[in-house]
């Protein structure tokens, strides 16, 4: 899994941040979260192909946050895209399509399908689930995660002692399925370890703290959390509906996260020392984002 932030910025981008973006590279897929403005320059400085995005996930409907979509999509449209797109949203979703559809010229001839979701299973894969969570926020908002659905280990010598044969069946069993030997039927839970966890991402787009996203990131291996104020600033945070970099480490915390990567910075700030810092006294696993960082999970 590869994570790639082509924008940490807030409302206002500045020389150094771009507004907000991430790309996932998991499963043999190319997923986007959020599309501010600029989104799609920063994709060519990343070196990530626009016509490899299969999914697009929109957090909310703020300008920094969408910005960047009729652009991609025209870009697209351009390069001669054939494949299907697929873009989620909350509860709105059909007043974004009109806009864009009925912006300037607009043509767009390669499938999109539009979802509007909620608090929900987003999609189910052998490989990976991804949820969405509706947050606090001043408009419909939600957050993400998308969790690698781990196989149990295989005990081999179990499957051995039970009478399969090395070979096909022992890949069957792993997957689920049941086999017979000479006339027995072998169940996969008798050959296969108790369930392991699998490696999970978790985005907050933008959200006040709330008990909704500490249950959604329980056990990230890496929580993307806003961090728009530093705690000085707390009443704007809470007057705007945003998170401080404190309030990032205690829902990291509290959701037993591994790892946390402040973004979303108000340009207030000349760099993000603070915000780091003050985190750090509460979650010391932290650290922050910046455009076109990329992290291997």
């Keep these: 899994m590869e994570i790639t932030f082509l924008g940490t910025s807030s409302a206002v981008h500045s020389y150094e941040r771009n507004h907000p973006s991430i790309v996932i590279k998991a499963f043999g897929e190319v997923m986007m979260f959020d599309c ?5 320059r920063q994709l060519i400085y990343a070196k990530i192909s626009p016509m490899k995005i299969s999914k697009i996930f929109i957090t909310h409907y703020h300008g920094d946050h969408i910005l960047g979509l009729p652009g991609l999509l025209q870009s697209m449209n351009f390069r001669g895209r054939e494949k299907k797109l697929t873009i989620y949203g909350p509860k709105g979703l059909n007043k974004v399509i009109n806009a864009i559809y009925n912006l300037g010229f607009t043509k767009i001839d390669f499938p999109i399908e539009f979802i509007e979701i909620g608090s929900e299973i ?16 001043q408009v419909p908002s939600l957050a993400y995660s998308i969790e690698e659905l781990k196989k149990p280990r295989f005990l081999r010598e179990k499957a051995i002692e039970l009478g399969v044969p090395v070979g096909p069946d022992f890949g069957r069993l792993h997957n689920g399925e049941e086999v017979e030997i000479n006339g027995k039927i072998i169940k996969p839970e008798q050959v296969l370890g108790p369930p392991r966890k699998g490696r999970k991402i978790t985005y907050s ?38 998170s401080t970099s404190s309030d990032a480490a205690c829902i990291a915390k509290e959701s037993n996260s591994k790892r946390l990567i402040l973004t979303h910075f108000s340009t207030r700030y000349q760099n993000t020392d603070q915000l780091l810092n003050e985190a750090r006294k509460i979650f010391d696993k932290t650290e922050t984002a910046e455009d076109l960082k990329k992290i291997e999970l």
């Design 205 to 242: 787009g933008d959200s006040a703290p709330c008990e909704e996203m500490i249950e959604l990131a329980q056990d990230s291996t890496v929580l993307i959390h806003e961090s728009t104020y530093v705690n000085e600033d707390k009443d704007k945070a809470e007057e705007h509906f945003h």
């Design 36 to 40: 501010g403005e600029g989104t799609q």
């Design 122 to 137: 987003v999609e189910k894969t052998k490989e990976y689930i991804i949820k969405s969570q509706e947050v606090k926020h």
